[in-house]
């Protein structure tokens, strides 16, 4: 009896630091993403070799490298940052079909490109963005990172074209309250808030 | 109790001894320390970055052995499998990796729209937005460098060589028709919608072993890849109109697209210079199947044409006219799969058949040509790394022509069934990103003349700085004679030119500058002793002759705001005896000088993009009867001013207005002598002017599916 408990015992020791040992991969990646976002796309990088079941090292890896292919680096550093983005977001894809998380970040990455070159990609992924925004809405009509993220891209192109921006912060303030009310559940995504505080503004 | 002590106490011992400590330094190829490189144990969470001395320290409880990572952004990924106790101190060397804006492209000859390399010159909206070109994609190619403008054709005509000598492919494979035929001073178009394309490139020369057949020029379309939203587009045009659907299911998609063009109502309209008996009509309807297998894409691309017209051409001799009518059906298929077949091995295999039948009527005459083709290619592609590639493949052409002449109730039939068979392979070498070799070497069995030719084809680039660079280009090529001369004498062997290229290349921050010599050497061309190829001529390849010049290109997105503009400049100097030339001489479609001046500009208030273009063509040569000698005059220059304006009405609508020859220049082409002189010994001469002064188009285009950005019709 003593042998088999001893053997429990160490069982669930052992489960729970392999456990944890994913959980404090993950939690050091995040913290990272609020200092370097370099070092934590490579820690989630580390962390997807690892979990080959699990495609949020791969998303969380993307979106530190779409968030850090934004600003005013150079263009080359600028390209190899979104490749590596449609890398991981392949992989997390592969791992997890039709997730409206993914559209989202994938969607981002190609407003990436069109600021990149909009002559080039402005054509070629325009409609191809807003064919990935609808059809997550469709999967997902409460996530708030879809709808905020939806409506922010239809509210540049609207500007884009001269167009009344208000139809869509109606949208906004519908996700604000849906990130307000969000319970974060393990890794899952739940970033955002913040970037649709900022398009409210825009509507004010 | 001792047991548990035991276990409890072994297992710490071997966790603490498992602590293993990995260690080292990444250094690049220039022995400098790589800072930010991620380092780690394959498949454990172990792992760090380097430091700004490129070090990197990490402890490990794995055993025995493992795979060390090492990974940047930009370089090669660097493995090493080996024990993990052995992972002290290393060193590891870091290779950058070769992207589109760091590697040195191999750009002697060769233009590419459409992608973010080096080496692109047009981005795919300029195809439809150049002003001057209507939509049609050649239309854009002749504002580049080494074309002569040649606006009452309207085919290209490179670097001296006449049109015949460019060969067009869609997705690899051969286009055997690709114009609808006209006739006089009546520009053709191609015959397909450039909204299916998604790169197209253009090679003036130099192009790479594997196109065979073609002497002077190639032009390589590709048709989109699998599309990811359905619509339905529909445009209505002054000339007729247009409607394209996408549809998509599961791992299929389809687009169609059909076009239909009359030109009686705005003939109605506009004065034109041509007396039409039947103004030109068109249909041409498209269709593009893909299906995504795990492994590769395949692509169905189909389309047919109709065409016809009808006019009283002016003659000098014949004060009123005589009656030419012209009628062609055109059907082209094409089957392409392309895919992996391993991680390095890459296949792609292609296959088209066409279907010509034009029908022609000058007078009481009429000349009936059905022409059957096939081209099938089977390529390979092994890449060893990301230095080191070879393709190699084979190709086989089968054409089957015949012509029915009828005369006075007397029928000539001739006709002519052979095939080129070519094999080709060529290797692709990157000794650092600054410096790359392509060699190639292919083979083509001409049947009809039972030749074997041999055609080596080289490159070479290199890197000055991050943004110049310098590249040489030669190549030998053959292209057999055209089916209608080909079958009055079998034995005529294909023509043959060998290209001299040396590039230099410059762009950095959205400004381009390309200049490019070359040198082209023809031999065997085509000779034939009557006014035009008929049964009785005597055919042979005597003929020679050279192209020489210099092409210059500019292009600036950055300086003026909203403002985009390319300047291209070619100088030509080209000579040849051929056809039924009695000395050697300047062929008329071949100018000295060409210029364009193409701008954009984008009104963000109006949400107008308007456009100006101005080409300019110095004097064509012609033969003035009432002087002695051939070719021996030039016309004046050739000068066209086109504007044109498109409005984005929303993200669904587009208003597109245009005017080719605003200014309504009369340019002249040639001029056609009396074959008798008048009393005072002169000969008359027929002007050959432009078929219209100005030509206007106005469009509106409308996409329904999605919320579609209208840029995409731009």
């Known amino acids: 009896m003593r042998t088999i408990a001893t053997t429990l015992i160490l069982f669930f020791t052992l489960t729970l630091t392999a456990q944890s040992g994913y959980e404090k991969a993950m939690k050091k990646g995040l913290e990272l993403m609020q200092t370097d976002l370099q070092a934590a796309s490579q820690q989630f990088e580390r962390v997807a070799k690892a979990e080959k079941e699990n495609w949020l090292p791969s998303y969380y890896a993307a979106l530190c490298n779409i968030n850090g292919s934004w600003g005013n680096n150079p263009k080359e550093q600028t390209l190899l940052t979104m490749n590596k983005a449609q890398e991981f977001i392949n992989d997390a894809e592969l791992l997890s079909e039709n997730n409206p998380e993914i559209m989202v970040l994938q969607g981002m990455l190609n407003t990436c490109w069109i600021q990149y070159d909009s002559r080039v990609y402005g054509m070629k992924l325009s409609g191809e963005t807003n064919a990935i925004y609808e059809k997550a809405i469709q999967i997902a009509p409460e996530n708030p990172r879809v709808i905020s993220n939806r409506a922010r891209w239809l509210m540049g192109s609207a500007k884009f074209f001269g167009k009344d921006i208000t139809p869509y912060c109606g949208e906004i303030d519908k996700a604000i309250t849906l990130f307000e009310n969000e319970k974060p559940t393990g890794f899952n995504p739940s970033w955002g808030k913040s970037g649709a505080l900022d398009a409210k503004k825009e509507c004010e | ?714």
Request: proline share 3%; hydrophobic share 35%; aromatic share 14%.
């Open chain 2, 1 to 714: 109790m001792k047991t548990l002590f035991s276990i409890i106490f072994l297992l710490i011992t071997s966790f603490t001894f498992a602590q293993t400590t990995i260690s080292g330094i990444v250094l690049d190829e220039e022995k400098q320390p790589v800072m930010g490189v991620n380092v780690y144990l394959e498949g454990t969470y172990d792992g760090t970055t380097t430091d700004m001395d490129g070090k990197f320290s990490f402890s490990t409880e794995e055993t025995s052995t493992g795979i060390l990572i090492a990974s940047y952004i930009g370089y090669e990924d660097y493995r090493l499998e080996s024990l993990i106790v052995d992972m002290v101190g290393l060193k590891l060397r870091f290779r950058e990796s070769l992207n589109a804006l760091n590697t040195v492209v191999l750009s002697a000859g060769s233009f590419s729209a459409g992608d973010s390399s080096k080496a692109s010159v047009l981005k795919p909206l300029d195809i439809v937005t150049t002003a001057g070109a209507v939509g049609d994609f050649v239309g854009a190619l002749q504002t580049l460098p080494g074309t002569s403008n040649n606006a009452d054709d309207g085919r290209l005509f490179v670097r001296g060589g006449s049109a015949e000598e460019t060969q067009i492919f869609i997705d690899g494979a051969r286009v055997f028709r690709p114009f609808t035929p006209t006739t006089g001073n009546i520009p053709t178009r191609g015959r397909f919608s450039p909204f299916l394309f998604d790169g197209i490139s253009f090679s003036t020369g130099g192009y790479s072993a594997e196109y065979g057949d073609a002497l002077s020029s190639v032009l390589l379309l590709n048709t989109n890849d699998v599309p990811k939203e359905e619509k339905t587009e529909i445009g209505i045009m002054s000339l007729g109109a247009n409607l394209g659907n996408t549809k998509i299911w599961g791992k299929n998609s389809i687009s169609l697209n059909a076009q239909y063009i009359n030109l009686a109502p705005y003939n109605e309209l506009v004065p034109q210079n041509n007396q039409f008996e039947k103004p030109y009509q068109s249909l041409n309807a498209e269709a593009v199947f893909r299906h995504q297998f795990d492994k590769g894409l395949f692509k169905a691309y189909s389309a047919y044409s109709y065409s016809d017209l009808a006019l009283i051409q002016e003659d000098v001799d014949v004060e009123e006219g005589f009656y030419f009518g012209l009628r062609n059906r055109n059907y082209y298929g094409n089957l392409n799969y392309n895919g992996y077949l391993s991680d390095s091995w890459n296949i792609e295999t292609s296959l088209s058949l066409a279907h010509d039948n034009n029908n022609m009527t000058i007078e009481t005459t009429k000349i009936d040509a059905v022409e059957n083709a096939l081209h099938a290619k089977f390529k390979l592609q092994k890449r060893y790394n990301n230095y080191f590639k070879i393709n190699m493949g084979v190709e086989q052409f089968l054409i089957n022509y015949k012509e029915d002449v009828l005369m006075e109730n007397d029928t000539f039939e001739t006709g002519i069934n052979h095939g080129i068979t070519g094999a080709f392979t060529e290797a692709e070498v990157f000794v650092s990103k600054d410096l790359a070799f392509k060699a190639g070497l292919r083979g083509d069995y001409y049947g009809a003349s039972d030749q074997f030719k041999v055609s080596p084809r080289l490159s070479a680039a290199v890197s000055i700085n991050p943004s110049s660079q310098f590249s040489l280009a030669y190549g030998n090529f053959y292209q057999s004679a055209q089916n209608n001369v080909q079958q009055y004498d079998k034995e005529l062997q294909p023509e043959n030119a060998q290209h001299y290229i040396a590039n230099f290349l410059y762009k950095k921050n959205d400004r381009m500058f390309r200049a490019e010599a070359y040198y082209k050497k023809y031999d065997q061309l085509l000779t034939y002793d009557t006014t035009r190829v008929q049964f009785d001529s005597y055919l042979s390849n005597d003929g020679d002759g050279y192209a020489a010049g210099l092409d210059l290109f500019w292009r600036d997105e950055k300086s003026i705001k909203n403002l985009d503009y390319w300047v291209s400049y070619s100088y030509l100097d080209t000579q040849r005896q051929f056809r039924n030339y009695p000395v050697e001489a300047t062929p008329s479609f071949a100018t000295d000088h060409n210029f364009s001046l193409v701008t954009k500009y984008w009104i963000e208030d109006l949400q107008s993009q308007i456009g100006a273009t101005f080409n300019y063509s110095s004097g064509r040569p012609f033969t003035n009867a009432n002087k002695t000698g051939f070719l021996n005059d030039k016309t004046s220059s050739f000068q066209s001013l086109n504007f044109n304006w498109a409005y984005l009405i929303d993200q669904q609508k587009i208003l597109y207005f245009s005017v080719s020859n605003v200014l309504g220049r009369d340019n002249v082409f040639g001029y056609q002598y009396s074959d008798t002189p008048d009393v005072q010994g002169q000969f008359n001469r027929r002007t050959i002017g432009q078929a219209a002064d100005r030509f206007f188009f106005v469009g509106f285009f409308w996409t329904i599916g999605g919320s579609d950005n209208q840029l995409d019709n731009l």
